[in-house]
């Protein structure tokens, strides 16, 4: 299989929305990517999948996420910037994204398609994400995961990620502790040698190619 990741951008969000409704359908408040694209500290990555196009129903048109009641009336008038950007036509299998802050990067969220899951890809853009954060100078990256996820605390944990504390009552649908990970320094020796390891076990199953993210 052959991927291609690049920066995500507006005519992404349609699949982009459903892929975090899928991967996290009880999250409260939901995530607004539309703001995200326009948060200077946010950095986004989107992997498509070379061998397919994205189907009409995944570009059905953009809306603004939850951003008002005035998007709910069927006479509101959309402002001229906020039209519909023309859809992409690759179709996105997963994205990835940062907060970068003070040299840390921040993971938000990881999330690849239900169909595509299982195969290496939440390894893949844990990968290109942390050669993004080295990029932007970040010096070590952290992230929160539910305690009850430990599918994902495993994952993180394969790529030198080490359980920090927990945040108490962190996720507000049904008050589940967050569980605090985070790196040594990035650019270290031992976690640069873990994390070409791991990139190269996972270039035998899977083949992608980046665009420049920064």
Same mark, same amino acid.
Request: proline share 7%; glycine share 2%; no cysteine.
């Given at each position: 299989m052959s991927y291609s990741l690049r920066r995500m951008e507006r005519? @992404?969000? =349609? *699949?982009? =929305?459903?892929? @975090? !409704? @899928? =991967?996290? %359908?009880? *999250?409260w408040p939901p &995530?607004?990517? !539309? *703001?995200e694209l326009n948060n200077k500290l946010a950095y986004y990555i989107v992997a498509g #999948? #070379? &061998? !397919? +196009?994205?189907?009409? #129903? +995944? #570009? +059905?048109a953009w809306r %603004?996420? !939850?951003d008002g009641l005035a998007w709910l009336l069927p006479w509101a008038k959309r402002p001229p910037e906020? &039209? =519909? %950007?023309p859809p992409r036509r690759d179709y996105i299998v997963g994205f990835s994204g940062i907060w970068l802050m003070a040299g840390e990067a921040h993971i938000t969220n990881i999330a690849v398609r239900p169909e595509y899951q299982g195969q290496g890809l939440g390894g893949m853009l844990l990968i290109v994400t942390i050669d993004m954060a080295r990029r932007l100078h970040a010096t070590m990256m952290t992230l929160e995961v539910r305690d009850s996820n430990r599918v994902a605390q495993s994952l993180y944990a394969r790529y030198g990620f080490v359980e920090m504390g927990l945040r108490r009552g962190y996720y507000l649908d049904n008050r589940e502790d967050a569980v605090i990970m985070s790196t040594e320094s990035i650019a270290s020796t031992n976690f640069c040698k873990r994390l070409n390891e791991r990139r190269r076990a996972l270039r035998q199953k899977l083949t992608w190619e980046v665009a420049r993210l920064v």
């Open positions: 005519g @992404d969000l =349609a *699949q982009v =929305a459903k892929i @975090d !409704r @899928d =991967a996290f %359908p009880t *999250q &995530a607004n990517y !539309r *703001q #999948d #070379d &061998a !397919r +196009e994205a189907e009409e #129903d +995944e #570009d +059905e %603004p996420h !939850r906020e &039209a =519909a %950007p």
